[in-house]
């Protein structure tokens, strides 16, 4: 059964045609061609499909894009503003946090969640929280370091 809905990404409306087994990735990637949001195992364990949700971390890949109507989503392609990478983009960039960059896009996602939770953690609580996304090119102490440069600045006010 489809269902006409309205799902607010990135700050834009978007009326869209959702079946209800339809993923939250899928529409995304399909019919709103924002492809910085990654598939990569569809079983919610890689964390390259994490978007926000009201600024919470979830798997895109088994969320049901139905259950999102009314709800704020961010993508990567949301983060940047008026020409100007949020801190922790500019971070991964400043770290050479990525070789292949195929999880980037999910590892800064769940970082930002995290960060938002919590703006000054430990190395522990980082590498607990940031445990269900995946780097096929094991660039975890770079990842760290982005993560610390953020944690340990002033950031500008979320959105």
Do not use: W
Not at 47 to 71: N, Y
């Amino acid at each position: 059964m489809v269902k006409k809905t309205r799902l607010h990404v990135n700050d834009t409306a978007h009326d869209v045609e959702l079946d209800a087994d339809q993923s939250l990735l899928s529409v995304l990637r399909e019919d709103l061609n924002l492809t910085g949001t990654k598939y990569g195992c569809g079983e919610a364990q890689c964390g390259t499909c994490t978007v926000l949700i009201d600024g919470q971390p979830i798997r895109s890949c088994i969320t049901k894009a139905i259950s999102v109507e009314g709800k704020r989503l961010t993508t990567i392609e949301g983060l940047e503003k008026n020409g100007e990478l949020h801190p922790v983009q500019q971070a991964f960039l400043d770290e050479d946090a990525m070789q292949c960059a195929f999880c980037t896009s999910g590892m800064i996602m769940s970082a930002v969640g995290f960060l938002t939770k919590n703006p000054n953690p430990t190395d522990q609580e980082i590498v607990r929280f940031m445990q269900g996304n995946v780097c096929r090119c094991g660039t975890y102490p770079r990842i760290m370091a982005a993560i610390h440069r953020v944690a340990h600045k002033p950031r500008r006010n979320e959105r």
